[in-house]
């Protein structure tokens, strides 16, 4: 069920209130008034809420009382007035004591009744005190009445007195209390001209109509002064109410007064970021002489954190429970918003957050040495706190349990300072008995024990107070509703059992963060993660945990799976330290999931698990044995490493093994020992898995790059000590392994794999150690073992490796020289056996295999330099052109031509390059060869793509990128222009080899060939639509590919929807025309697929038409203004399709207007009244056929359709120039063409 305090309030906010509907628990209330001080941890959470209306403040204050007695014997008594005294259901039980309250008591509206006033009243009264408290003797409450009646205004004007003199004596009333006033705090806690607090609710409209005599410097309805009648400099003659410009007074405006009160308020200093320190002090020098007013202003703050408008006063707190009070304070929200200050977005509400925890921090620090034992501060705020808390409305309940965690670890701080003085008071003691046995008497010893008594009794106060906030507010919001709540409880406690172990850390705390665990929201089990991790890293507390750590085992093991991957990776750090001190609590089914996330996508996550394999598995034995006796200690561990990369089962992936141990294993760096177990030996059941580890360790630490595809956890530039550790590394590889790589590469030299990888290790070499080092000789021998490598090997990947470890060879000058002699004899080499294979084909009639084998190896070889460097002094452009252009019709193998075809675009780009970059002495000559070979490639690419479109797609990439590279340049004679043979050619070869419906061959190939062939399908498309993009191809090309949209969405919906998104962006016309022809191109390929040569619109094939549509019209996005001429276009051009005919015959499309429905609700009025008349004029003779009735009504104005110019505001000064009737219907429909 739910509190009093929400089912009494009679208007909350719903936009405060939880969704969920979620009941919240009743918590106990303390009892911190008068001489019967509850304790607090008698205060079992499930008890009644404790009635405040039976508590009493035990320390009189005399301000008030001194006061009282000064005022006059004319006191405003409203406790009769119903305006201020509505009944609650919550206050049954004071009505009944009305008789008694009125005995005495201050009014509900803030004055005091004569009673309480009169002269002779026992100075031991409390401010709030009722009969038979604190042993106070009273008139009897009849009396008392009578005596407020006499002197009541109404009793004197009943009574036929003297009118003038009782005026004359209220006015003396008021000047009273002005003085009062003056000598009040500056601290007033009015947050109502505050614009984020002062949106009115249903429940003030009355209130609303008193505004002006509210703000004029009268007592509110509360009880309150105004901020206006506190200022200083108030004129004297202001009257009851009255308002600037009577009674010849002249005050400031109520709003300047209230912006001047809320400059002074708790809230708007905290709000503003003023020093802390200051503000707090200030604080408490208040409550040192006025503790009422700095109670109110203290208690005022936290219903402002709240979001909440509402104004508090001591009269409110002294008379009325704090059920009541929140109810009231609920009244007060804004029903416009649901947004308080600890939500609110920006940094200045992330700052005051920080500032808040802070406040109550300082000031609970502040104070702990006297005011938070005084019995009334403390027990004031977490009475107001565990209200609060117990709310309904969000903003009060996530506020008051933020404070009141806080105010909790506050105290945690004193009951630890506390704890270490008695411990030192404890010592003092000891020494000082020692004494007294060789002295006698000791005085320091009575003080000494009287102050461990003391002591002893403000920590007893700590504890009671800590025990009651965790159980009136911790045990119900720890599971509250709302996650933030949730999360601000299970941090906290994570703090306190950091903070002070000897208290928190026992099961009865620990049973709420492990049932946290298992919480919907990631944030909470967060926060639980991070909670539990800093306690397993303490040996101290390590027993407090084992029946928490096998109670909770499986739920914190199953979490390295979850789906929130921070909370994944702390889950891997926190098993890590269970199992560093509780090793037999893991078994081998709970480690298989951990092993697995090494190969994770995200980096954090992996190198948690790297850690926990880390600590489980590769650890140095005991005993120290090695591997056949030598002396590197890494070499078992590295074993075992292969050992598990190979039963993981992820052969492809190692990259990803090593990202997530290389930095904290420091073997992954130990590249000699890995190099010595390969040419030892040793590693030969492994050697193919442990140099795949060995290349990636060295790219890794060389390049720091992470694998593709693993999500980086910083991104941007590397700092300088990153840059110092890579060069490091680098110098490290370079040292080791330049002496060992040709011996690697002369052992494995006849595995095409294996060569592949270790030839890439010379990359990462640092080249000015060759020199410096004096290792000319490894130079030569590595350059001796990639000639035979080149020689021996005709795979692309390692003739590539290859020839970029010679072309980076070259980047260094000095190493450049020792190594160019190398490298232009394998050119020659190379370039000339070329030659001899491309005569032999023109030379001979057929080649035989092994010819057919030597001239693909040439070919494979010297393209694979021609990628790296320009091979212009080998002048190969006219034997690679003699084999795809062959006057004797001979045709080379399809992967002759793609390596040929690869040649001549190498050499095409290079030729550019040096034309671009003023390499060419030459100019004119050197543009007009470039001319020429430009026209040759594309004039053989066009006859490569017809002759053999199902194997060229290097041609088409080639033929893709040559035209891209060709525009914008500074010369342009030299840019291509298109023909339509070319660009029909291209747009055949796409639909042929990418749309292509899957055959039984294809499902009979393995699942990654099926990978392989879809990305080299995807690729073509991705070309094709480079360039439509980069305007080589026109806008309207795109319907080629568009057509084939919902058919083929799987596969390439993503690449077609960013095609039609980016067209619409380039050219919103001609991206609504490449629409309407792909409609009209797809309704056609219906037509002609059917036996009768026309289109059911109850067919699939229609059905897929409507659907194509549907989602093209999603194109144009919901803003009809922005895309009206292109929707017009689209109308226009699909009626006009759809009513084509012949002379004379009817139109044979008619039913193509279905597919033009669902463009209708993109159009705005104007224009669905142009594209109908437009209809009408066009679509006589079809009048009544339903395609055409069924689209008329799409266009037809419904009475819900508000969709029109005049819906859109207009921009610039004043109303504008009636858009409606102004801004002309689109050109498109102007005629009849």
Same mark, same amino acid.
Request: hydrophobic share 40%.
């Given at each position: 069920?739910?509190?009093?305090?929400?089912?009494?309030?009679?208007?909350?906010?719903?936009?405060?209130?939880?969704?969920?509907?979620?009941?919240?628990?009743?918590?106990?209330?303390?009892?911190?008034?008068?001489?019967?001080?509850?304790?607090?941890?008698?205060?079992?959470?499930?008890?009644? #809420?404790?009635?405040?209306?039976?508590?009493?403040?035990?320390?009189?204050?005399?301000?008030?009382?001194?006061?009282?007695?000064?005022?006059?014997?004319?006191?405003?008594?409203?406790?009769?007035?119903?305006?201020?005294?509505?009944?609650?259901?919550?206050?049954? =039980?004071?009505?009944?004591?009305?008789?008694?309250?009125?005995?005495?008591?201050?009014?509900?509206?803030?004055?005091?009744?004569?009673?309480?006033?009169?002269?002779?009243?026992?100075?031991?009264?409390?401010?709030?005190?009722?009969?038979?408290?604190?042993?106070?003797?009273?008139?009897?409450?009849?009396?008392?009445?009578?005596?407020?009646?006499?002197?009541?205004?109404?009793?004197?004007?009943?009574?036929?007195?003297?009118?003038?003199?009782?005026?004359?004596?209220?006015?003396?009333?008021?000047?009273?209390?002005?003085?009062?006033?003056?000598?009040?705090?500056?601290?007033?806690?009015?947050?109502?001209?505050?614009?984020?607090?002062?949106?009115?609710?249903?429940?003030?409209?009355?209130?609303?109509?008193?505004?002006?005599?509210?703000?004029?410097?009268?007592?509110?309805?509360?009880?309150?002064?105004?901020?206006?009648?506190?200022?200083?400099?108030?004129?004297?003659?202001?009257?009851?109410? /009255?308002?600037?410009?009577?009674?010849?007074?002249? +005050?400031?405006? @109520?709003?300047?007064?209230?912006?001047?009160?809320?400059?002074?308020?708790?809230?708007?200093?905290?709000?503003?970021?003023?020093?802390?320190?200051?503000?707090?002090?200030?604080?408490?020098?208040?409550?040192? +002489?006025?503790?009422?007013?700095?109670?109110?202003?203290?208690?005022?703050?936290?219903?402002?954190?709240?979001?909440?408008?509402?104004?508090?006063?001591?009269?409110?707190?002294?008379?009325?429970?704090?059920?009541?009070?929140?109810?009231?304070?609920?009244?007060?929200?804004?029903?416009?918003?649901?947004?308080?200050?600890?939500?609110?977005?920006?940094?200045?509400?992330?700052?005051?957050?920080?500032?808040?925890?802070?406040?109550?921090?300082?000031?609970?620090?502040?104070?702990?040495?006297?005011?938070?034992?005084?019995?009334?501060?403390?027990?004031?705020?977490?009475?107001?706190?565990?209200?609060?808390?117990?709310?309904?409305?969000?903003?009060?309940?996530?506020?008051?349990?933020?404070?009141?965690?806080?105010?909790?670890?506050?105290?945690?701080?004193?009951?630890?300072?506390?704890?270490?003085?008695?411990?030192?008071?404890?010592?003092?003691?000891?020494?000082?008995?020692?004494?007294?046995?060789?002295?006698?008497?000791?005085?320091?010893?009575?003080?000494?024990?009287?102050?461990?008594?003391?002591?002893?009794?403000?920590?007893?106060?700590?504890?009671?107070?800590?025990?009651?906030?965790?159980?009136?507010?911790?045990?119900?919001?720890?599971?509250?509703?709302?996650?933030?709540?949730?999360?601000?409880?299970?941090?906290?406690?994570?703090?306190?059992?950091?903070?002070?172990?000897?208290?928190?850390?026992?099961?009865?705390?620990?049973?709420?963060?492990?049932?946290?665990?298992?919480?919907?929201?990631?944030?909470? !089990?967060?926060?639980?993660?991070?909670?539990?991790?800093?306690?397993?890293?303490?040996?101290?507390?390590?027993?407090?945990?084992?029946?928490?750590?096998?109670?909770?085992?499986?739920?914190?093991?199953?979490?390295?799976?979850?789906?929130?991957?921070?909370?994944?990776?702390?889950?891997?750090?926190?098993?890590?330290?269970?199992? #560093? =001190?509780?090793?037999?609590?893991?078994?081998?089914?709970?480690?298989?999931?951990?092993?697995?996330?090494?190969?994770?996508?995200?980096?954090?996550?992996?190198?948690?698990?790297?850690?926990?394999?880390?600590?489980?598995?590769?650890?140095?034995?005991?005993?120290?044995?090695?591997?056949?006796? !030598?002396?590197?200690?890494?070499?078992?561990?590295?074993?075992?490493?292969?050992?598990?990369?190979?039963?993981?089962?992820?052969?492809?992936?190692?990259?990803?093994?090593?990202?997530?141990?290389?930095?904290?294993?420091?073997?992954?760096?130990?590249?000699?020992?890995?190099?010595?177990?390969?040419?030892? /030996?040793?590693?030969?059941?492994?050697?193919?898995?442990?140099?795949?580890?060995?290349?990636?360790?060295?790219?890794?630490?060389?390049?720091?790059?992470?694998?593709?595809?693993?999500?980086?956890?910083?991104?941007?530039?590397?700092?300088?000590?990153?840059?110092?550790?890579?060069?490091?590394?680098?110098?490290?590889?370079?040292?080791?392994?330049?002496?060992?790589?040709?011996?690697?590469?002369? #052992?494995?030299?006849?595995?095409?794999?294996?060569?592949?990888?270790?030839?890439?290790?010379?990359?990462?070499?640092?080249?000015?150690?060759?020199?410096?080092?004096?290792?000319?000789?490894?130079?030569?021998?590595?350059?001796?073992?990639?000639?035979?490598?080149?020689?021996?090997?005709?795979?692309?990947?390692?003739?590539?490796?290859?020839?970029?470890?010679?072309?980076?060879?070259?980047?260094?000058?000095?190493?450049?020289?020792?190594?160019?002699?190398?490298?232009?004899?394998?050119?020659? /080499?190379?370039?000339?056996?070329?030659?001899?294979?491309?005569?032999?084909?023109?030379?001979?009639?057929?080649?035989?295999?092994?010819?057919?084998?030597?001239?693909?190896?040439?070919?494979?070889?010297?393209?694979?330099?021609?990628?790296?460097?320009?091979?212009?002094?080998?002048?190969?452009?006219?034997?690679?052109?003699?084999?795809?252009?062959?006057?004797?019709?001979?045709?080379?193998?399809?992967?002759?031509?793609?390596?040929?075809?690869?040649?001549?675009?190498?050499?095409?780009?290079?030729?550019?390059?040096?034309?671009?970059?003023?390499?060419?002495?030459?100019?004119?000559?050197?543009?007009?060869?470039?001319?020429?070979?430009?026209?040759?490639?594309?004039?053989?690419?066009?006859?490569?793509?017809?002759? @053999?479109?199902?194997?060229?797609?290097?041609?088409?990439?080639?033929?893709?990128?040559?035209?891209?590279?060709?525009?914008?340049?500074?010369?342009?004679?030299?840019?291509?222009?298109?023909?339509?043979?070319?660009?029909?050619?291209?747009?055949?070869?796409?639909?042929?080899?990418?749309?292509?419906?899957?055959?039984?061959?294809?499902?009979?190939?393995?699942?990654?060939?099926?990978?392989?062939?879809?990305?080299?399908?995807?690729?073509?498309?991705?070309?094709?639509?480079?360039?439509?993009?980069?305007?080589?191809?026109?806008?309207?090309?795109?319907?080629?590919?568009?057509?084939?949209?919902?058919?083929?969405?799987?596969?390439?919906?993503?690449?077609?929807?960013?095609?039609?998104?980016?067209?619409?962006?380039?050219?919103?016309?001609?991206?609504?025309?490449?629409?309407?022809?792909?409609?009209?191109?797809?309704?056609?390929?219906?037509?002609?697929?059917?036996?009768?040569?026309?289109?059911?619109?109850?067919?699939?094939?229609?059905?897929?038409?409507?659907?194509?549509?549907? +989602?093209?019209?999603?194109?144009? @996005?919901?803003?009809?203004?922005?895309?009206?001429?292109?929707?017009?276009?689209?109308?226009?051009?699909?009626?006009?399709?759809?009513?084509?005919?012949?002379? /004379?015959?009817?139109?044979?499309?008619?039913?193509?207007?279905?597919?033009?429905?669902?463009?209708?609700?993109?159009?705005?009025?104007?224009?669905?009244?142009?594209?109908?008349?437009?209809?009408?004029?066009?679509?006589?003779?079809?009048?009544?056929?339903?395609?055409?009735?069924?689209?008329?009504?799409?266009?037809?104005?419904?009475?819900?359709?508000?969709?029109?110019?005049?819906?859109?505001?207009?921009?610039?000064?004043?109303?504008?120039?009636? #858009?409606?009737?102004?801004?002309?219907?689109?050109?498109?429909?102007?005629?009849?063409?």
């Amino acid at each position: 069920m739910l509190t009093t305090s929400s089912t009494t309030a009679s208007s909350v906010n719903v936009e405060n209130m939880d969704d969920s509907g979620a009941s919240f628990e009743q918590t106990t209330r303390m009892n911190t008034r008068g001489a019967t001080r509850m304790q607090y941890a008698e205060s079992p959470a499930s008890a009644t #809420r404790i009635d405040s209306s039976a508590l009493s403040f035990s320390t009189p204050v005399n301000t008030s009382e001194e006061h009282e007695e000064q005022q006059s014997d004319y006191h405003m008594d409203t406790s009769s007035d119903s305006l201020f005294r509505a009944p609650t259901t919550t206050t049954r =039980v004071r009505k009944r004591r009305s008789a008694v309250e009125d005995s005495g008591l201050t009014a509900a509206d803030g004055t005091a009744s004569p009673s309480s006033a009169k002269r002779g009243r026992p100075r031991g009264a409390g401010v709030g005190g009722r009969s038979g408290r604190g042993g106070s003797t009273r008139r009897s409450g009849h009396a008392a009445q009578e005596a407020a009646d006499e002197s009541s205004l109404f009793s004197m004007v009943k009574a036929g007195k003297n009118l003038n003199v009782s005026v004359d004596d209220c006015s003396a009333l008021l000047n009273v209390r002005e003085e009062h006033e003056e000598q009040q705090s500056d601290y007033h806690m009015d947050t109502s001209s505050d614009s984020l607090f002062r949106a009115p609710t249903t429940t003030t409209r009355v209130r609303k109509r008193r505004s002006a005599v509210e703000d004029s410097g009268l007592t509110a309805a509360d009880g309150t002064a105004s901020p206006s009648s506190a200022k200083r400099g108030r004129p004297r003659g202001a009257g009851v109410g /009255g308002r600037s410009g009577r009674g010849g007074s002249t +005050r400031r405006s @109520g709003h300047a007064a209230q912006e001047a009160a809320d400059e002074s308020s708790l809230f708007s200093m905290v709000k503003a970021g003023k020093n802390l320190n200051t503000v707090i002090d200030s604080w408490i020098e208040e409550y040192e +002489r006025h503790q009422d007013n700095a109670l109110v202003q203290l208690q005022q703050f936290f219903i402002s954190c709240c979001g909440c408008k509402g104004i508090i006063s001591s009269v409110m707190i002294q008379t009325m429970e704090y059920s009541e009070i929140i109810r009231r304070m609920t009244e007060q929200f804004d029903e416009d918003s649901g947004d308080y200050p600890l939500v609110m977005p920006g940094p200045q509400w992330k700052k005051f957050k920080q500032n808040f925890a802070g406040f109550i921090t300082l000031l609970v620090n502040k104070c702990k040495a006297s005011y938070i034992f005084d019995q009334r501060l403390m027990d004031s705020v977490i009475q107001l706190l565990t209200g609060l808390a117990d709310s309904q409305v969000r903003a009060f309940r996530h506020t008051s349990t933020f404070a009141a965690m806080k105010l909790s670890s506050a105290l945690v701080d004193v009951a630890i300072e506390l704890v270490a003085l008695k411990e030192k008071n404890a010592k003092q003691v000891e020494t000082e008995r020692a004494k007294l046995k060789a002295r006698g008497a000791n005085e320091r010893l009575d003080v000494l024990i009287n102050k461990k008594s003391e002591i002893d009794e403000k920590t007893e106060d700590v504890r009671q107070m800590l025990q009651y906030i965790f159980k009136s507010v911790f045990v119900h919001r720890y599971r509250d509703v709302l996650p933030d709540i949730r999360s601000v409880c299970i941090n906290e406690l994570g703090q306190w059992m950091q903070v002070y172990p000897e208290h928190f850390l026992e099961d009865s705390y620990l049973k709420y963060i492990g049932w946290s665990l298992y919480d919907k929201v990631s944030d909470v !089990r967060h926060k639980c993660i991070l909670a539990l991790l800093p306690l397993y890293e303490r040996s101290e507390v390590i027993a407090k945990l084992e029946l928490f750590t096998n109670k909770f085992k499986d739920r914190l093991v199953s979490m390295v799976m979850d789906k929130d991957n921070e909370v994944a990776m702390h889950a891997c750090q926190l098993l890590t330290a269970i199992y #560093r =001190v509780f090793p037999s609590v893991l078994e081998l089914k709970d480690c298989v999931p951990i092993y697995e996330l090494v190969y994770c996508n995200h980096r954090g996550l992996a190198q948690a698990a790297g850690e926990f394999l880390n600590t489980k598995v590769f650890q140095h034995r005991a005993n120290g044995s090695t591997v056949s006796g !030598r002396g590197h200690e890494n070499a078992e561990l590295i074993i075992d490493l292969i050992q598990f990369f190979i039963e993981g089962d992820c052969h492809d992936h190692a990259a990803y093994l090593v990202d997530a141990l290389i930095d904290t294993n420091p073997m992954m760096k130990d590249w000699k020992t890995m190099a010595d177990l390969l040419l030892s /030996g040793e590693a030969d059941r492994f050697d193919s898995e442990l140099i795949e580890v060995l290349v990636c360790a060295v790219k890794q630490a060389a390049t720091g790059e992470a694998p593709v595809g693993r999500s980086q956890l910083k991104k941007g530039v590397s700092t300088v000590k990153e840059t110092r550790v890579l060069n490091d590394d680098k110098a490290k590889i370079s040292e080791i392994l330049i002496p060992l790589l040709p011996q690697l590469l002369h #052992r494995f030299i006849a595995d095409r794999d294996k060569v592949a990888n270790l030839i890439t290790i010379a990359l990462h070499f640092q080249l000015e150690i060759y020199l410096a080092g004096r290792l000319e000789k490894h130079l030569d021998d590595l350059m001796d073992v990639v000639e035979s490598i080149i020689e021996k090997h005709a795979d692309d990947e390692v003739l590539q490796s290859a020839a970029e470890v010679i072309t980076y060879f070259t980047t260094n000058v000095a190493v450049a020289q020792h190594t160019e002699t190398h490298r232009l004899k394998m050119l020659d /080499g190379l370039a000339l056996q070329l030659r001899h294979s491309v005569q032999r084909f023109h030379r001979e009639a057929a080649l035989d295999e092994e010819d057919d084998a030597a001239m693909l190896a040439a070919f494979r070889k010297i393209t694979a330099f021609a990628i790296f460097e320009d091979l212009k002094k080998w002048q190969l452009w006219d034997q690679a052109l003699s084999v795809l252009v062959n006057p004797e019709d001979k045709q080379a193998s399809r992967d002759v031509c793609e390596k040929a075809v690869l040649l001549l675009f190498s050499t095409l780009s290079w030729d550019l390059h040096r034309l671009i970059t003023d390499q060419e002495q030459n100019k004119a000559e050197a543009t007009r060869t470039l001319k020429k070979h430009r026209d040759q490639f594309l004039h053989t690419i066009s006859e490569v793509l017809i002759c @053999g479109a199902s194997g060229v797609e290097n041609a088409f990439l080639c033929l893709v990128d040559v035209l891209i590279l060709f525009i914008n340049l500074p010369d342009k004679s030299l840019e291509i222009q298109l023909d339509n043979t070319l660009i029909y050619r291209m747009n055949v070869f796409v639909v042929d080899n990418v749309f292509v419906e899957e055959s039984e061959s294809d499902q009979t190939m393995d699942q990654q060939s099926q990978i392989q062939l879809m990305h080299k399908r995807r690729n073509l498309l991705a070309q094709y639509s480079k360039l439509i993009l980069h305007g080589i191809l026109d806008i309207q090309n795109a319907a080629i590919v568009l057509r084939f949209y919902t058919k083929f969405y799987t596969d390439f919906g993503d690449i077609l929807k960013s095609l039609v998104n980016k067209c619409r962006e380039l050219d919103k016309l001609g991206c609504a025309k490449a629409v309407i022809v792909s409609l009209c191109n797809f309704f056609d390929e219906t037509k002609r697929s059917s036996e009768s040569n026309s289109v059911d619109p109850n067919s699939d094939d229609f059905a897929a038409l409507r659907e194509l549509a549907k +989602r093209l019209s999603g194109v144009f @996005g919901s803003d009809p203004v922005k895309s009206r001429e292109a929707l017009a276009v689209i109308h226009k051009e699909g009626i006009l399709y759809a009513l084509k005919a012949e002379k /004379g015959a009817h139109p044979e499309n008619v039913c193509f207007l279905e597919a033009l429905i669902d463009f209708s609700g993109k159009l705005m009025r104007q224009d669905k009244q142009s594209v109908l008349k437009y209809l009408e004029r066009h679509g006589a003779d079809v009048a009544l056929e339903e395609p055409y009735l069924l689209y008329k009504a799409s266009l037809q104005e419904r009475s819900d359709d508000l969709t029109s110019l005049r819906s859109f505001p207009t921009r610039g000064r004043g109303r504008g120039r009636g #858009r409606g009737r102004g801004t002309p219907t689109p050109s498109v429909f102007g005629g009849d063409d």
